[in-house]
Structure formats: C-alpha cells, structure tokens
C-alpha cells in the first residue's frame, strides 16, 4: 500500500499538539462553567433548507448523498427538501435546538458548546474544512437585556487571560454596535443599511477607495454620505470618548438619529464595564460591521496581539431573530472561538508546549517477564491513587528501559523489588537493592525507596502541562 498523503483542510495533530488542544479546551470549559453556562452538543446533520436559510452559499456545506430523508415536497425547485448537509457552525444548530427544547429550556438559557464542524472553502492558514468551534450563547424568550451584550465579551476576556499564563498571546476584543452604523446611515439618508454594512465589512480586505465605490454602487451613497461612513468607520477607543467623537461626528454631518442615541448609550456602557474589569483588552471600532444580517445590536471581533495577520479567532453579536417559532421570538447574544485557528498558530508559531506528549508519569520497569505480574501489580496500586502508569514493553535491560521513559518523556521509573533485581544492573552498571521498590527521577538521577501504596509525584509531574514556547512573548 502507497504511503498516504495528508488530506489539506483536516487537520491532525501529533500527540504533543493534541495535548494543547485539550488545555486550551480544558481552559474555555472550565471558565464557562464559571460564569454559569452549561454545556450542551447537537447532532452533527441539519437539512439543508434550514443551513442555507440565512444566505450561506450552498458550496460551503457539505451535502451527505447517502443518509437522505425522503422530500416531502417534491416540487420544490432548489432540490434542498429533504436534504441533510454537515453544520458549517453551531449557530444555526443551537437556534433548532432552542426551538425544539423550548419547553424543557430555563430562560434566560445559558449554553456553551464545543464541536467540530465542516465547511468547504479553501484551506489556508488558520482556515481549515473540518474545524472545532466552542461558543458561548445566552438567549431570551421574548426579551434579552442589554447587560448581556456586556457580560459575554467579559467572559472572553477572562477565558484568555487565563490563557496567558501558558503563554499564549494577549488578545484585542473589537467591539462595535450596529444600532450605531445604523442610526448614522440612516441618519445621512441611507436607506439601504444592509448593502452599507456589507460594504463595510470589507474596509480591511479593500481598503478606503474600494468601499467608496461598493457603497455608490450597492447602497446608493454619495461621495459625501460615503466619506462620512469612512469617517465613522475610523472611529477607535478604548472609553467613553469614543461616544463624543462619533456624537460630535453625527452633528458635523446632520446623521442625528434616535438608533444612534440608543447604539452609543449601549456602547458607551459596554466600554464603561471592560475598562473596569478588563482594561485595555476590549477596544471600541466603528469599523467592525459583521456583514451577517441577523446581528442588531453588539458585534465583536478578537484578534491576538502580534498576531493581527491571522484574523479574527472570536467573533460574535446579538442577534434579535434568528430563533422564533411564530409566536415567541429567542433572542441572544454569543460568540464563537476558533479553536482549530488559534491552536494551529500556538503550535506554528512555538507560542506554547507541552511539558510531555503522554499522560504516564511513571514507567514501571520489568525485570523479567516471570516477574512482570509483580510490575502490573505496582501499577494497578498507583493509578488506583490517580497516578498514570504504563508497564514497560520489555524485561530489557534497566538502561534500555530507563532510555524508553525518557523518548517519552515519562519523568519516573519505578523498579519494583523482585529476587532478579539482585543481579540486574542499572544506570552505568551499578546494582540496585531487591528488597525494597524504588523510583527513579531519570532527569536528576534521584533514585529512593518508594511504597505503592504511599508515593506521589510532584504535583508539577503528575500530568502533562502546558507552558510558554521558546517563541512566547517575554522567553528568549
């Protein structure tokens, strides 16, 4: 058989990248916990009528052939009736999935969800066809506060912060309110608020001159109702001032509008609360738009400090209808982590590492293989004490398995006490005692008496950690 290529766009990491993945998840689970949220998971397949209902282009889903439910309406002319295609994000699933709990749900619902989901575009980096996500959701029934659209980018910030401490970058939470582009497009006379905040949305991708042109020609703007967009597309800030600014900017253009009045109170709110619990990290850009039309209200995008190049790793908003069932509405506010994004830099770029790629801290030594029940038994006593053991393969010599630990990284070898151990040699040929077990740190030489039954690593050993890599910010 042909040695196999790697699939692009699937990514799968060796056993050391895997364990940063689990931390990094570990990390988000347990600060969502924190704040509240519980977490759920949905079904991997959604029909297709409903992944596509929001304008998503039908080249990003993938389609299953084979588990097809029959079409109950066989006039349908877009072939999607009946059809199943894999989840391209957790967002439209979790939206069915209020729906058809509603009943069962406490309001105001609390969710976070961490899944892998596909989606067909070409990879690069950062970008990849089967990815995991994890969100953070709350929804309402019927009515959501505002505090909400503070809470959650706050509960971001945490989740990183505590991340930092492995190493892993600083993060910028850009945050916007679309009330604000809103309230000042309509307020310039624009009514097509949708194209303009598509057009928007694209000012980093094309720049100034292209958004000009795309805000003439989709939303009708004129040169002067497109340099005031621009203008308050510069807008950026950390505090209040940023409400003064924009507010100073609408009387300038005569863009006075009661959604403007209610978008910056709302995101002068925001940066009132993130400069007292999270200075620094959340930052105020009038550019960030999000062209999906389902946000309303607060629209966030994260990036990591240094590494602007990667785009966004979290982004989110509020959105006031994307759940309804005719007669109640859901709305909520959430964001989405890009997991595969961010580990896939961490890891490229040397962010962070683990201490070990196994979970086994100790290797128990075989001294013969009519002796290895005695070895099985030292290690069922310690991980009956939460200790992880693995059983060398082979009763080679002490050397060669003490050599075995440490490919693996395994700090410990314990050489439990069997009669053949009086004639067994260890490191440099020295024998060791076959009266008492002993354990053996291979990475200082220490080796002393030791109890199955009584034994601990150091707290530092006891599982593989996670720390800053030689390319972290501050290690040289």
Same mark, same amino acid.
């Given at each position: 058989?042909?040695?196999?290529?790697?699939?692009?766009?699937?990514?799968?990491?060796?056993?050391?990248?895997?364990?940063?993945?689990?931390?990094?998840?570990?990390?988000?689970?347990?600060?969502?916990?924190?704040?509240?949220?519980?977490?759920?998971?949905?079904?991997?397949?959604?029909?297709?009528?409903?992944?596509?209902?929001?304008?998503?282009?039908?080249?990003?889903?993938?389609?299953?052939?084979?588990?097809?439910?029959?079409?109950?309406?066989?006039?349908?002319?877009?072939?999607?009736?009946?059809?199943?295609?894999?989840?391209?994000?957790?967002?439209?699933?979790?939206?069915? %999935?209020?729906?058809? @709990?509603?009943?069962?749900?406490?309001?105001?619902?609390?969710?976070?969800?961490?899944?892998?989901?596909?989606?067909?575009?070409?990879?690069?980096?950062?970008?990849?066809?089967?990815?995991?996500?994890?969100?953070?959701?709350?929804?309402?029934?019927?009515?959501?506060? %505002?505090?909400?659209?503070?809470?959650?980018?706050?509960?971001?910030?945490?989740?990183?912060?505590?991340?930092?401490?492995?190493?892993?970058?600083?993060?910028?939470?850009?945050? @916007? @309110?679309?009330?604000?582009?809103?309230?000042?497009?309509?307020?310039?006379?624009?009514?097509?608020?949708?194209?303009?905040?598509?057009?928007?949305?694209?000012?980093?991708?094309?720049?100034?001159?292209?958004?000009?042109?795309?805000?003439?020609?989709?939303?009708?703007?004129?040169?002067?109702?497109?340099?005031?967009?621009?203008?308050?597309?510069?807008?950026?800030?950390?505090?209040?001032?940023?409400?003064?600014?924009?507010?100073?900017?609408?009387?300038?253009?005569?863009?006075?509008?009661?959604?403007?009045?209610?978008?910056?109170?709302?995101?002068?709110?925001?940066?009132?609360?993130?400069?007292?619990?999270?200075?620094?990290?959340?930052?105020?850009?009038?550019?960030?738009?999000?062209?999906?039309? %389902?946000?309303?209200?607060?629209?966030?995008?994260?990036?990591?400090?240094?590494?602007?190049?990667?785009?966004?790793?979290?982004?989110?908003?509020? %959105?006031?209808?994307?759940?309804?069932?005719?007669?109640?509405?859901?709305?909520?506010?959430?964001?989405?982590?890009?997991?595969?994004?961010?580990?896939?830099?961490?890891?490229?770029?040397?962010?962070?590492?683990?201490?070990?790629?196994?979970?086994?801290?100790? +290797? +128990?030594?075989?001294?013969?293989?009519?002796?290895?029940?005695?070895?099985?038994?030292?290690?069922?006593?310690?991980?009956?004490?939460?200790?992880?053991?693995? +059983?060398?393969?082979?009763?080679?010599?002490?050397?060669?398995?003490?050599?075995?630990?440490?490919?693996?990284?395994?700090?410990?070898?314990?050489?439990?006490?069997?009669?053949?151990?009086?004639?067994?040699?260890?490191?440099?040929?020295?024998?060791?005692?076959?009266?008492?077990?002993?354990?053996?740190?291979?990475?200082?030489?220490?080796?002393?008496?030791?109890?199955?039954?009584?034994?601990?690593?150091?707290?530092?050993?006891?599982?593989?950690?996670?720390?800053?890599?030689?390319?972290?910010?501050?290690?040289?």
């Amino acid at each position: 058989m042909a040695r196999p290529t790697p699939m692009s766009g699937f990514p799968e990491w060796l056993p050391e990248g895997r364990v940063v993945e689990q931390y990094v998840l570990d990390v988000l689970r347990r600060t969502f916990e924190l704040h509240g949220f519980v977490g759920i998971e949905t079904r991997a397949v959604e029909p297709l009528d409903q992944l596509l209902r929001k304008g998503e282009t039908s080249k990003e889903v993938y389609v299953l052939r084979r588990l097809q439910e029959e079409s109950t309406d066989a006039g349908a002319d877009d072939g999607r009736a009946g059809r199943l295609g894999l989840h391209f994000d957790l967002t439209v699933p979790f939206a069915r %999935y209020v729906l058809e @709990n509603a009943g069962h749900l406490t309001f105001p619902f609390r969710r976070y969800q961490i899944q892998k989901v596909w989606r067909g575009e070409r990879p690069q980096d950062g970008r990849f066809r089967e990815f995991v996500q994890a969100d953070v959701d709350v929804v309402g029934a019927g009515e959501l506060p %505002y505090h909400y659209e503070v809470e959650l980018p706050l509960v971001i910030a945490d989740a990183f912060a505590a991340l930092a401490d492995v190493g892993v970058p600083p993060v910028r939470i850009l945050v @916007n @309110n679309r009330r604000v582009v809103e309230g000042f497009a309509r307020g310039l006379g624009l009514d097509d608020v949708e194209a303009v905040l598509r057009s928007i949305d694209k000012l980093d991708k094309v720049g100034p001159a292209a958004v000009t042109e795309l805000l003439a020609a989709q939303a009708g703007a004129t040169v002067e109702q497109a340099a005031a967009m621009l203008e308050l597309a510069d807008v950026r800030g950390t505090d209040s001032a940023v409400v003064e600014r924009v507010a100073d900017l609408a009387r300038r253009h005569g863009a006075d509008d009661p959604l403007l009045s209610t978008g910056l109170a709302e995101l002068g709110a925001l940066l009132d609360a993130a400069g007292a619990r999270a200075p620094g990290v959340i930052t105020a850009d009038l550019k960030i738009a999000r062209g999906l039309d %389902y946000y309303t209200g607060s629209v966030y995008e994260t990036v990591l400090v240094g590494h602007e190049d990667l785009g966004s790793i979290c982004s989110g908003g509020r %959105y006031d209808s994307l759940a309804s069932d005719g007669t109640t509405t859901y709305p909520g506010v959430g964001l989405s982590i890009g997991v595969s994004r961010l580990v896939s830099r961490l890891l490229g770029a040397g962010l962070v590492r683990p201490t070990r790629a196994v979970p086994s801290a100790v +290797v +128990v030594a075989v001294t013969s293989q009519e002796t290895r029940a005695d070895s099985e038994r030292v290690a069922t006593a310690l991980r009956a004490r939460g200790i992880a053991v693995e +059983v060398a393969p082979s009763a080679a010599k002490f050397g060669k398995q003490i050599r075995y630990a440490d490919r693996r990284g395994i700090p410990f070898v314990w050489f439990p006490a069997t009669p053949e151990r009086a004639d067994a040699d260890g490191k440099d040929g020295k024998q060791v005692s076959a009266t008492a077990d002993e354990v053996k740190d291979i990475r200082t030489g220490d080796q002393v008496p030791a109890d199955p039954e009584r034994w601990q690593p150091p707290d530092a050993d006891r599982w593989p950690r996670v720390v800053p890599g030689e390319s972290s910010p501050g290690i040289r």
